[in-house]
């Protein structure tokens, strides 16, 4: 069975809203050797339009003016990955993607029944609603070094406590820490 891992940029006061945080050069590598080591991205509505809109674009050469050179290569990366995208509301998707409709449960369950080297998911809702079922094998967490006082935390109302076993820690130049863990079954 192929794993669903999880990685999130939040501030060390908990907050995961991306326009809050800066990920520099490292942290964009980082990001696309994620996504290179999964066979998939499985990505809700929000996550799957606000990737496309930011990232699509500049993997097909036209950079907008706020991209630094440094993040094309993530761009092409994201770009070329194979996607699932979990909503009720789109009618369609492209951008290499497919729907996944129905049963939550079920139609992650069937994915990772596939063969492969794993799964990755992004996002805040859509990894607490996998979070509730079991799903994820794998959390990463990168702190970054940054207060900002405001703004949605990760797992908000989660309905049930999940214990973690830290399984890696890696420092980044900018402070930033990763620290990965997997449920304790």
């Known amino acids: ?74 761009a092409r990366t994201i770009d070329a990955a194979k996607k699932y995208v979990v909503s009720s509301t789109l009618d369609r998707v492209d951008w290499n993607a497919e729907p996944v409709r129905g049963n939550l449960e079920k139609a992650v369950q069937q994915l990772k029944q596939e063969p492969g080297n794993g799964l990755f998911v992004g996002g805040v809702m859509l990894p607490q609603a996998l979070t509730e079922l079991g799903l994820i094998d794998e959390y990463e967490f990168i702190v970054q070094p940054r207060l900002v006082g405001h703004g949605p935390t990760l797992f908000a109302g989660l309905s049930k406590h999940v214990d973690l076993k830290l399984v890696n820690r890696h420092e980044f130049a900018s402070g930033a820490v990763a620290m990965t863990y997997e449920p304790r079954r």
């Open 1 to 74: 069975m192929r794993p669903l891992r999880y990685s999130i940029n939040v501030t060390l006061d908990g907050c995961c809203d991306h326009r809050a945080i800066v990920p520099d050069e490292d942290l964009h590598r980082h990001a696309a050797e994620n996504i290179e080591r999964a066979d998939a991205l499985l990505f809700g509505r929000v996550t799957y339009e606000m990737m496309e809109s930011g990232w699509r674009a500049a993997a097909q050469g036209e950079k907008p003016e706020w991209m630094a050179d440094w993040m094309l290569p993530f």
